[in-house]
């Protein structure tokens, strides 16, 4: 999809899930558009193309991290989200920066099979249909036997009706049973769990999966849910993983976008008192951002068209305070603007997913129409800037308490108040919300 929109149609589909912050819509988009423009460029200029990093400056709240997200989904990219302050430098106990491109292609690779599964979803269906019916009609005449035509044909025909009925759903109840692969889950097996999962542990991992793969049991089941099972070990035997895994290094590649929150924190500033070198952690970062290659199970990937999206409220620091060498790295900057009441106002009515909206689908299934008039719109913006100010400045998460509160007697009696209209106006809003954010030390502990 993301190849056929042009900036402008990008920024416009951004808008139907955030509000304002213009400035990094463009930026991003951007730098989508420009994935599509370089593939279109010949080799060998295509791989001196690399893509221009941007680097997110704003408040907690704004929706930085939201833009990220919605971009990757709009891109139908593997995104990655992490935070600076969870990787240390190395030669200290803890994840090492390249994990960071071990996640991506890990979320890669699950895009890609699933993709692969729907388009042998049809084959999957049809290959658990024939199992079925060989278990529901058991073969009673030895293969050495001969068969005549006549008995053939009664065969087919019966097999025909038993098929009929398995689409029409009547042996669904019917209980048979079949045998379940049971294959064991990785992240069961983990080694050395205080340490970073590495190469050395995952490739350990990988040998005892191998040993114990391969194991079926006997189990007893309705034919509903043996038909789901049989399904997706038919799709897992079909699906042809070496060429997933190809495909998704290929799209971690370039198309992969890495989200680096916080990193702020790991400025010489912010990091100066700590007792891990946050500058360590920095030069770390930057052969990822410059462009080397990692080795995983996989194979290996090139970051040389990853794109990294970084982040952070730099309070305390400046973008300044960041190694030059990463400064370079990161050659656009946008700074995002601190929420007003009226983006309040259009963040709880207008996105496509907006908080009125939700709370109202949830309450319809109680039997209970939810109106949220202009005025109770309105208090709410008032109430959540108001608090904000008052005390820790966490953007639009505000919105989310303040709505809780407001919410929570009708939530609580939900089954009991069946089939009324409840407006929430500047009224009820004061009654649920009015003491407590008047209140310093109550805002400060409740919302």
């Known amino acids: 999809m993301s190849h056929t929109l042009?900036?402008?149609?990008?920024?416009?589909e951004l808008n139907r899930y955030?509000?304002?912050q213009d400035d990094a819509k463009r930026a991003v988009s951007i730098a989508l558009r420009n994935?599509?423009?370089r593939q279109q460029v010949n080799t060998p200029m295509r791989e001196e193309i690399t893509p221009k990093n941007i680097l997110l400056i704003g408040p907690t709240g704004v929706g930085k991290t939201e833009i990220a997200r919605r971009l990757a989904k709009l891109a139908h990219a593997p995104l990655v989200k992490v935070e600076a302050t969870k990787y240390t430098e190395v030669g200290y106990v803890g994840r090492d920066v390249e994990s960071i491109i071990r996640d991506l292609l890990d979320t890669s690779i699950k895009m890609v099979r699933e993709?692969?599964?729907?388009?042998?979803?049809k084959k999957a269906e049809q290959a658990a249909e024939e199992q079925l019916l060989n278990i529901l009609i058991p073969h009673t005449v030895e293969p050495s036997t001969p068969v005549d035509s006549e008995r053939q044909s009664a065969q087919r025909s019966t097999r025909e009706k038993m098929r009929h009925k398995l689409r029409l759903g009547e042996l669904d109840e019917r209980q048979v049973e079949i045998d379940v692969h049971e294959a064991p889950q990785a992240s069961n097996l983990q080694i050395f769990p205080q340490q970073d999962q590495g190469e050395m542990d995952t490739n350990l991992q990988n040998i005892l999966g191998n040993l114990m793969s391969g194991q079926s049991k006997k189990k007893r089941m309705s034919v509903y849910e043996a038909r789901k099972i049989l399904q997706q070990q038919e799709a897992d035997q079909l699906l042809d993983m070496d060429r997933v895994k190809e495909e998704a290094i290929e799209r971690a590649e370039n198309s992969g976008i890495v989200f680096l929150d916080e990193i702020d924190k790991i400025t010489h500033r912010e990091g100066k008192d700590g007792n891990v070198s946050r500058e360590g952690v920095q030069r770390d970062l930057l052969p990822l951002v410059e462009g080397t290659s990692v080795n995983t199970r996989q194979g290996t990937v090139k970051t040389d068209h990853i794109l990294f999206i970084a982040s952070g409220a730099f309070h305390l620091?400046?973008?300044s305070d960041l190694i030059p060498e990463l400064q370079g790295r990161f050659p656009i900057r946008v700074h995002l603007n601190a929420l007003t009441e009226k983006d309040f106002r259009r963040i709880l009515v207008e996105p496509e997913a907006s908080l009125s909206k939700q709370y109202r689908a949830l309450l319809e299934t109680e039997n209970i129409e939810l109106i949220f008039d202009d005025d109770g719109i309105a208090e709410i913006a008032r109430i959540a800037v108001q608090v904000n100010e008052k005390t820790e400045n966490i953007g639009a998460r505000r919105l989310h308490t303040l709505l809780e509160n407001v919410l929570e007697d009708i939530s609580f009696n939900a089954s009991d108040c069946d089939g009324i209209t409840l407006h929430i106006d500047t009224t009820y809003v004061q009654q649920q919300l009015g003491e407590i954010?008047?209140?310093e030390d109550l805002s400060r502990y409740i919302l």
Do not use: C, N
């Open 6 to 12: 042009t900036p402008r149609q990008i920024v416009s």
């Open 18 to 20: 955030i509000i304002g």
């Open 35 to 37: 994935r599509w423009r």
């Open 115 to 121: 993709e692969h599964l729907i388009k042998l979803e």
């Open 317 to 319: 620091s400046r973008p």
């Open 437 to 439: 954010a008047e209140s």
